[in-house]
């Protein structure tokens, strides 16, 4: 296994042990910790969240209900204009569309006639039944309640009123007034509390019987008797009280409160295992995550590594200024060449060249231009030389060329378009104020060459157009 590997394993390891070993301890210490934040402050504050929630959603209709006895039009109307039904009409659908509740009524106790936001209903009568709730009301001693009853007007369905009474400045009895809200909006209030907390929700009156609960529901530990939880763990009290108990073997927390508005007691109860269960899936979620993020960041060093390694290869084979092929790596390729040319005979040649009087370029217009010169060179090497064959800067502003399938003479060719392309090229010329020559030197693979002597008499035919004049091409067979 070589270096790299080795890394990689040993951080793969790392990354898998934090990870693996990090969540299934946070895991266990969230079970641990679950039982005691449900009781000792989820549940309060969640109660206290949904007591908000049913000020809003059932207490606001109480208090519609108690302004509306209160209401001084209403008074006087039922006193001195109760003839006029449009008036009554028009104000409790103002009430009704103000807001948003089912209906509103009024029954007047001198003409028991029972109004609607659709005018005169029908009047009160003792021996029908579905009056029996008014007159049971005008008995009791109470100002309000909260009745749910079905109503045959608003199509048989299951109505929560809010009763008030309706009393003139003396204290003397005028009838009775309030609104109305379906029970299916109260089962969707219930089921979102569910949905949202996780928490069942319901209602019981003072004996301990459950008045309001969400239908769909079938968990609600009503099941238990809230009755014997009452008589059992005394439940229903005015203040705030938290109990366990079990069910069916499962464990459940519950949590009660007084509404003195609605004269109602509300419970919140817990299921502990659904509880557990969501930290089970978090727990996954996590497990997931952290290997998901150990995967990436192993991919991301694998990358690293390759990168690296590539710019080190970059670095080992290729001449930084020019991105040619250094000495070092055209030296094997060079050895390749060789071997091949022993084994198949066709001709290879190579062409070694030097730019002319570079010293002087460089102390004339400094080495940022000269290196600019060198770059422009390697440029039109790519440009003119088949992919074919190879280039490289052997040191300096030196460079040799290798090309296959070429003998002396062609290699000849090929240096002198080199060199009439380097003297006539506008850059290197905008550069330097003049031309940019250099002076080559061509031979060709011998039997038994080896790279010592190729480049020797390469290097001579240079050194022979150097003392010739420079800005030439010799060539040595």
Do not use: C
């Not at 200024?321 to 060789?338: I, M, V």
């Not at 850059?427 to 940019?436: C, F, Q």
């Amino acid at each position: 296994m070589n270096f790299k590997n080795y890394v990689i394993l040993i951080v793969t390891f790392l990354l898998l042990t934090f990870s693996i070993g990090s969540s299934i301890l946070n895991y266990m210490k969230s079970l641990e910790e679950t039982q005691v934040e449900l009781k000792e402050r989820s549940l309060p504050l969640s109660i206290d969240n949904i007591y908000t929630e049913v000020q809003r959603n059932l207490i606001e209709p109480t208090l519609v209900s108690s302004m509306m006895a209160n209401d001084t039009f209403l008074k006087d109307w039922i006193i001195h204009d109760e003839s006029k039904t449009d008036k009554i009409t028009r104000y409790l659908e103002s009430i009704k569309n103000r807001h948003s509740v089912f209906s509103t009524f009024l029954v007047s106790d001198k003409t028991d006639n029972y109004y609607t936001s659709k005018g005169l209903l029908e009047k009160v009568k003792k021996d029908n039944p579905n009056n029996a709730w008014y007159f049971k009301f005008r008995d009791i001693q109470d100002n309000y309640e909260i009745n749910l009853d079905f109503n045959k007007y608003l199509g048989d369905s299951l109505i929560m009123f809010i009763n008030y009474k309706i009393f003139d400045d003396d204290f003397h009895y005028l009838g009775a007034t309030g609104i109305g809200i379906k029970i299916s909006y109260i089962n969707e209030m219930l089921k979102h509390f569910r949905l949202k907390y996780n928490f069942n929700v319901f209602f019981t009156d003072k004996d301990g019987n459950i008045v309001l609960s969400e239908r769909e529901n079938s968990d609600i530990g009503k099941a238990q008797s809230i009755k014997d939880l009452s008589l059992d763990k005394g439940v229903l009290v005015e203040n705030s009280k938290v109990i366990e108990y079990k069910k069916d073997g499962k464990a459940y927390i519950l949590n009660t409160k007084y509404i003195k508005e609605l004269k109602l007691y509300l419970f919140v109860e817990a299921e502990i295992d659904k509880f557990t269960q969501e930290l089970e899936k978090t727990f996954y979620t996590n497990l997931l995550i952290s290997l998901l993020v150990t995967a990436i960041i192993i991919l991301i060093i694998l990358y690293t590594i390759k990168s690296y390694n590539k710019k080190l290869e970059n670095l080992a084979s290729f001449d930084s200024l020019t991105q040619l092929a250094n000495r070092r790596s055209f030296n094997g390729y060079f050895e390749k060449s060789l071997k091949l040319f022993n084994r198949d005979k066709n001709p290879r040649s190579i062409i070694f060249f030097d730019l002319d009087n570079f010293k002087t370029i460089n102390d004339n217009y400094g080495h940022l231009v000269g290196d600019n010169v060198l770059k422009r060179i390697a440029t039109i090497l790519n440009l003119q030389i088949r992919d074919s064959d190879s280039t490289s800067r052997w040191g300096g502003e030196e460079f040799l060329i290798l090309l296959n399938d070429s003998n002396v003479e062609q290699s000849f060719q090929v240096a002198q378009k080199l060199r009439a392309s380097f003297e006539n090229d506008l850059e290197l010329s905008k550069l330097v104020n003049g031309s940019v020559t250099a002076s080559f030197g061509v031979t060709s693979f011998k039997k038994d060459d080896t790279i010592e002597k190729v480049i020797s008499r390469a290097d001579h035919a240079l050194y022979a157009a150097k003392h010739s004049g420079k800005n030439r091409v010799e060539k040595e067979i």
